[in-house]
């Protein structure tokens, strides 16, 4: 390991995924991030599928849309994964909720992803499952994503993100939420730069 990955590394350890970072928190990360950028092993990730393909497990970020899960009276975050299937240029983000026993939750968003640059992708949300996980029958995120298949029902608040319900690959424009940068890939870490100035640093988990 890298001094500069361990130095990340150690930085957000105390942290809980940004929950605990104070200012001064923050700011060490995010240089941490920057220097550890700049040593890029992949400068073109997009063409490491490799690499990118499989279930990355959130170790940091600072979206204030997921870190808010956890200001929700009786729910603490979980586990966060950010689940890339590259043959198919589909991703899945899955948040588990920790709540009263056995009425943990789970929230989900399914899209698709189109590369606009080395490093680069477009994101088209798709799907947004929340329910809980008992319910749903929840086991893991491979479980899961194989229960999302096209037109299966799941008991919970399942709702469409893309517009009329269908692509719209004649106005992709319609579709089209995001985007998000991969800054840094190697074996078994990922840094990432949404549209909307979040910072994301996740593990490669199996």
Not at 16 to 22: D, E, F, S, V, Y
Not at 80 to 97: F, G, H, M, P, V
Request: a negative charge.
């Amino acid at each position: 390991m890298t001094i500069g990955k361990m130095e990340l590394l150690e930085a957000i350890a105390p942290v809980n995924r940004g929950l605990l970072a104070t200012e001064a928190d923050k700011q060490a990360i995010l240089a941490a991030i920057a220097r550890l950028e700049e040593r890029n092993p992949t400068p073109q990730p997009l063409e490491a599928t490799e690499l990118l393909d499989g279930n990355w497990l959130l170790l940091y970020t600072t979206s204030q849309d997921l870190l808010g899960i956890d200001r929700f009276p009786f729910a603490k975050l979980g586990a966060i994964y950010q689940c890339l299937r590259t043959n198919d240029s589909k991703l899945y983000n899955i948040a588990e909720i920790k709540t009263l026993p056995f009425l943990e939750g789970l929230v989900s968003v399914s899209a698709r992803f189109e590369p606009s640059s080395p490093r680069r992708v477009n994101v088209f949300f798709q799907r947004s499952i929340i329910g809980l996980q008992r319910a749903i029958g929840y086991k893991d995120p491979n479980d899961f994503i194989r229960q999302m298949e096209p037109g299966k029902f799941l008991p919970a608040i399942d709702i469409s993100l893309s517009g009329n319900g269908e692509e719209t690959a004649s106005d992709p424009s319609r579709n089209r939420q995001g985007w998000l940068d991969v800054t840094y890939l190697d074996e078994d870490l990922r840094i990432g730069r949404g549209n909307e100035g979040s910072v994301f640093v996740l593990k490669k988990v199996p």
